[in-house]
């Protein structure tokens, strides 16, 4: 468990972290997620020790950690740009927390190549930081993060400096990785998607506090508010509520519309809309409308949905929320 | 910009021919008189008593400026970069402030503070002499070779940044473990090429260093100085070539270091 | 406010383990409190003392920093700021009118103007043949650039009395060539051209390296002459860093001694740059006209550099506000 009370951080007149508290269970993986800004790294660093608080107290499994220095804090970092030590071998990075910590050669030698099994670099032994790719680069920070047996291992948008497919690829590892070591992680991250696919928790931060805290089915379906919802995939405004696209149904007929509508608990509403354009996005259709009061916003709809309402662009249509499960629905059991 | 045949070629000449007459054609002529009587001569020369103190005193000096320069310049990189403080932008400024200040006026400052009639001149009094000793031509040189460890070493702790001494602190190295085994490391190249500059300076320098010497032949005399004076007050032209000569073979391996270094640099 | 009294009541705490104020109820894990004991990671090892990285408190971490910038402002001021404050100290011993009496003496007056009027023509030379070179040395293509590359840094490496020798043996007394420049003006110049070489190419020649081609080839494109491109695109692009060069040059030339010294021929109100004039002073004795004219030679350096920085300085931030 790492604990974080209370912590406020500020550089000059700006807050990087106000007030925030935040616990992260043993074992898991937590995922901090916001925007840039929002102070998600700072607490991050601050958890590892490399920002020293304003006020506030950090623990990790119980020990006050507030004015430890990074050595004594039993932690793994990985920096978004890898931090590798650009004139040692791989194995000579991997190695270097336990040559600082003095443990017999043999030992070293055998933990290193194990790690180095472990994330998919044997072989690479020998080699520079320079002749690896990215991913690998970032492979090789997270085994010597690893080597030294870390109580909890935080990673930096460890995936921020790569392309797409390798950081997809990555991220998958990371999940089968944390499946097999066990060890609680945190990462920090600006990309929704990266959250929810990877993390089994995610706390969101806006401007230096926390938004909300929970698993990612309870944060994308029963966000704390507009922002967590925002932030957590794309949304419409649909008469003044927010509603995910592919929670708008279209109907062609107002009174079939107005019906289910009805069954709709706090529903924003039957809204008369005009069809733009009508983009196929392979399985789905994305529909974009302008309602009357010229506000425009997108409906995302199946493809047969779609072949079903015939649509054209210009044609008037009508559009409704199909479920309250995506609209604002504060719990305040749930808000932070 | 499109540069036609004949004015590309016409600019080459000149600035090749600028070159070549400013530079290549001395040296040339140097060479030619210096090694014209033969190489024995030439040894015979750069071997007199005098001669070989001088190039003990160069070295002597040498060996106490650079490890100098190496640990301050070094500490005034590190705190220039890293820390934040007020004044910093001052400090900067200090550090650059011996480019700026001529060698004759390096001299003079250092006779008004270490002097026997400056602001230590009770040093003097008490028997320490400073001004035309050694520890003034010491301090004349590390005055004018201050910058450049500081100079060299400072961009190279900027480019790269503090991730890995982080990471390194993150994997338990402490302070000195990570200065030793990160830090010293990556500034390894930027350093040496610092120290190289300083070699170079520290050898070569004459005005400060004149100014604060007694200038006795095979007492206090560097190798600039045994040029100058052989010249000057022995009218010994032939010697004070061959004692530039030898200055100069100095400095052609200082300029070769410099290029090695230059490409080892750029490759990291 | 908060952080200065949570300092306070961190102070005495860096030494124990123990958390002292679990925070809230959920934060003290069961096993928590013992962060040494069994299972932990090797970082906590009792056992291995060695591996255990020194432990340094809130107090000390913060104090290494201060002392190291202590030392060094120290160090700096013991070897550069204390002499230069002696110096200018020296130079006002006798008021402001002894000092101005100093500078304005005639022989000091005219060695000043004799070191101006030379650097600004060196300067000026190498603000032409500087960028020339350097434009040669970027943008051409020859045999033996490189080495021709790395003979720039020559007279950078050289030592300034041996630059005055090399100088002498081909202009001097005897000269092969028969051109005297013993104890000219001219000779002066061509001492300081060869010291001052590398200021302005090597100032000139990233910025050529870094120029966009893609610009000069647009304006090319629209119709525009070389000499319209160079003098429109090119050079404005190139201006900053000759002009830089070409003060650096400048301020390296007042102030240079070693190469004069035996070309020059320290003839008063002819050829006896400043610089010789303050070693003469000082030989004869006179400590305060050599100090005065010091700081003279100093200020003019200054005043150079400033100069420089603020117009670098116009420049960058107008490039900034383009883009």
């Known amino acids: 468990m790492i604990t974080v009370t209370s912590a406020r951080k500020n550089y000059g007149s700006f807050a990087a972290l106000d007030d925030v508290s935040l616990d992260i269970p043993s074992g898991s993986l937590t995922a901090l997620l916001g925007p840039s800004g929002s102070g998600k790294s700072t607490l991050l660093r601050s958890i590892a020790g490399l920002e020293e608080l304003d006020s506030g107290t950090v623990t990790i499994e119980g020990r006050d950690v507030t004015d430890e220095p990074p050595q004594r804090r039993g932690i793994g970092f990985v920096f978004q740009h890898y931090a590798a030590f650009k004139h040692m071998t791989v194995r000579d990075n991997v190695a270097f927390g336990l040559t600082i910590r003095k443990r017999p050669k043999a030992e070293t030698r055998k933990k290193v190549d194990e790690l180095l099994e472990i994330v998919g670099l044997d072989g690479f032994q020998h080699r520079y930081p320079a002749q690896l790719s990215g991913g690998q680069r970032q492979r090789m920070a997270l085994a010597r993060a690893l080597a030294v047996d870390p109580q909890v291992l935080l990673l930096d948008e460890p995936f921020g400096a790569l392309d797409a497919k390798v950081r997809t690829d990555l991220r998958q590892w990371l999940r089968r990785l944390h499946d097999e070591v066990h060890v609680t992680t945190v990462l920090v991250t600006h990309d929704q998607e990266e959250a929810l696919d990877v993390a089994d928790r995610i706390a969101v931060l806006n401007k230096g506090r926390i938004e909300q805290v929970g698993d990612p089915v309870t944060l994308y379906e029963r966000p704390a508010n507009d922002f967590v919802m925002g932030f957590l995939g794309s949304v419409a405004h649909l008469g003044g509520q927010l509603v995910r696209p592919h929670d708008i149904a279209l109907e062609r007929d107002r009174a079939t519309a107005l019906a289910l509508d009805a069954k709709v608990v706090d529903s924003p509403g039957v809204i008369d809309a005009v069809v733009e354009r009508v983009v196929p996005l392979g399985f789905e259709v994305r529909v974009e409308l302008r309602a009357e009061s010229g506000e425009r916003f997108a409906a995302q709809i199946t493809r047969r949905d779609a072949a079903e309402l015939q649509l054209r662009e210009g044609e008037k249509i009508h559009a409704r929320a199909t479920g309250r499960s995506s609209v604002i629905d504060v719990d305040p059991a749930l808000a932070i | ?268 | 406010m908060t952080s200065d009294t949570d300092q306070q009541r961190r102070g005495p705490r860096p030494g124990t383990d123990v958390a002292p104020l679990p925070p809230r109820p959920d934060a003290t894990a069961p096993d928590g409190i013992h962060p040494h004991g069994g299972g932990a990671p090797p970082y906590a090892d009792p056992g291995d003392a060695a591996a255990r990285p020194k432990h340094h408190g809130r107090g000390l971490r913060a104090l290494r920093r201060p002392l190291g910038i202590g030392v060094v402002t120290l160090w700096l001021s013991v070897i550069v700021l204390l002499p230069l404050a002696a110096l200018t100290v020296a130079a006002f011993d006798e008021g402001l009118a002894g000092f101005w009496e100093a500078v304005t003496a005639p022989a000091a007056v005219a060695a000043l103007w004799v070191t101006v009027l030379v650097s600004a023509i060196v300067a000026l030379v190498n603000a032409v043949v500087g960028t020339l070179v350097a434009w040669v040395l970027v943008r051409d293509e020859f045999r033996g650039k490189r080495f021709v590359n790395a003979v720039i840094d020559l007279p950078f490496a050289l030592p300034t009395i041996v630059a005055s020798i090399v100088l002498l043996s081909l202009y001097g007394p005897n000269s092969p060539i028969g051109v005297e420049l013993n104890a000219t003006r001219w000779g002066l110049v061509v001492a300081l051209l060869f010291v001052t070489l590398p200021f302005v190419v090597r100032s000139v020649q990233p910025v050529l390296i870094e120029a966009d081609h893609e610009v000069e080839e647009a304006a090319a494109s629209l119709g525009a002459s070389t000499w319209t491109t160079f003098r429109r695109i090119v050079l404005p692009t190139l201006a900053p860093a000759i002009l830089s060069g070409t003060g650096l040059a400048f301020a390296r030339a007042i102030g240079e001694y070693g190469s004069v010294v035996l070309i020059g021929g320290n003839i008063p109100r002819e050829t006896q740059v400043a610089s010789q004039y303050i070693q003469q002073q000082i030989e004869i004795d006179r400590p305060l006209n050599a100090a005065a004219v010091s700081v003279a030679l100093l200020a003019i350096a200054f005043v150079t550099l400033l100069l420089l920085r603020v117009v670098s300085g116009r420049s960058q931030r107008r490039e900034e506000r383009d883009a």
């Open chain 2, 1 to 268: 910009m499109r540069v036609s045949r004949g004015i590309r070629l016409s600019l080459r000449v000149v600035a090749l021919g600028y070159l070549f007459v400013l530079l290549a054609v001395p040296i040339g002529v140097i060479l030619w008189r210096t090694f014209e009587p033969g190489l024995s001569e030439f040894l015979a020369s750069i071997s007199t008593p005098a001669a070989r103190s001088a190039l003990n005193l160069s070295l002597l000096i040498v060996a106490i400026t650079v490890p100098v320069n190496v640990v301050f310049g070094v500490a005034t990189a590190l705190a220039l970069v890293r820390g934040r403080f007020r004044g910093r932008g001052l400090l900067q400024a200090v550090v650059d402030l011996p480019f700026a200040v001529s060698p004759i006026v390096v001299g003079v400052a250092l006779i008004m503070l270490w002097g026997a009639g400056g602001w230590f001149g009770a040093l003097d009094q008490a028997g320490f002499q400073v001004i035309f000793g050694i520890p003034g031509m010491v301090l004349a040189t590390i005055f004018v070779t201050l910058p450049f460890v500081v100079r060299e070493v400072e961009p190279v702790l900027h480019e790269i940044g503090q991730e890995q001494e982080q990471a390194a602190s993150t994997l338990g190295a402490n302070g000195w473990q990570t200065f030793w085994r990160i830090t010293l490391p990556a500034i390894r190249w930027g350093l040496t090429y610092g120290v190289v500059l300083t070699v170079a300076r520290a050898l070569g320098e004459f005005g400060a260093v004149i100014m604060v010497s007694s200038g006795f032949p095979g007492v206090s005399q560097t190798l600039t100085l045994l040029v100058h004076s052989r010249y000057i007050d022995d009218h010994n032209t032939y010697g004070a070539y061959a004692a530039a000569t030898l200055l100069m073979g100095i400095a052609l391996v200082v300029l070769l270091l410099m290029t090695v270094l230059d490409r080892k640099r750029s490759d990291r």
